[in-house]
């Protein structure tokens, strides 16, 4: 068995990691973390979790004899997960989003001596999509206008998604554009016609959306777009506990979800 800690116990990603970490043979939950504020600190996970008594209580300290932890915690804690990683020789995968430079450049360095996965977005569709948008928009070139539109629930912190900035990402990554240079977060106000090759990008807050993606490619006669919607948050948890499976015997390493897809290949 694979010994899986969630951080972030308590919100809706950790809360889903519980209840399926707990219906999973191969993984056995050892630790449920959260900030130390935490108003159920002490709790029982399953049952904040829904799925009955697990044995295992929300607190505000991370393990240090799992296999695994699994990071979907918010609060710009990132750094500090992955120093109390390295400092244990314990695995991680970190589904947080909004990470910073340093952030990653924190994975970079942990990943020589830990195995470490960082992903915006675990679906398999949605990985699909990056590897789609970036041919997309190699094949089109400027000629072609790229927009991205996301889509979220209420109650998001962050903008735009981690997702929307894997799709540009991957656009700037095949058309050697520049994420920091070549991308416009909304339009207002009068000198904000688009230029040739910029890569527009807008953020919904909608209700309880969890989550959709539209990157478009518009020329004077026709449009392409390509939309992910996701259905339900499981579509992330499976793929972040796949994750974790795939990660437990790897070497350190700085990994991503198409390494765990087999989409590199
Ligand atoms: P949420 O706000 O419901 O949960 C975040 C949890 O982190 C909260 O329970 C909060 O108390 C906890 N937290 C805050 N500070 C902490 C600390 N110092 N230590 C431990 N826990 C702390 O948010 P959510 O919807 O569950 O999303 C969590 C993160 O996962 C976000 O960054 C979101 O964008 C990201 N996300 C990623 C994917 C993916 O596939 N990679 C999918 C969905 C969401």
Known sequence: MIRVVIHGAAGRMGQRLVALTSENDK??????????AHEQLGTDVGLLAGVGTLGVA????????????????????????????????????????????????AIDEAGKSIAILQAPNMSLGVNLLFA????????????????????????????PSGTALGIAQAICNATG?????????????????????????????LGDQIGRHTVSFGTLGEELQLTHLAT????FVHGALKAAQWLADKPHGRYGMPDVLGLNA
């Open 177 to 205: 554009k520049d994420i920091n240079e070549d991308v416009v977060h909304g339009r207002q106000g009068d000198e904000v016609a688009r230029k040739r090759g910029e890569i527009g990008m807008h953020a919904l807050r």
């Open 132 to 159: 789609l948008a970036a041919q997309v928009a190699k094949q089109l070139g400027d000629d072609y206008d790229i927009e991205i539109v996301e889509s979220h629930h209420r109650f998001k912190v962050d903008a």
């Open 232 to 235: 339900s948050r499981d579509v």
């Open 58 to 105: 929300l607190t505000d300290t991370l393990p240090t004899d799992a296999d695994v932890v699994i990071d979907f915690a918010a609060g710009g804690v990132t750094q500090k997960t992955i120093a109390s990683c390295v400092a244990s020789n314990t695995s991680l995968v970190i589904g947080t989003t909004s990470l910073t430079d340093e952030d990653h450049a």
């Open 27 to 36: 993984l056995q939950l050892v630790g449920a973390v959260e900030r130390s």
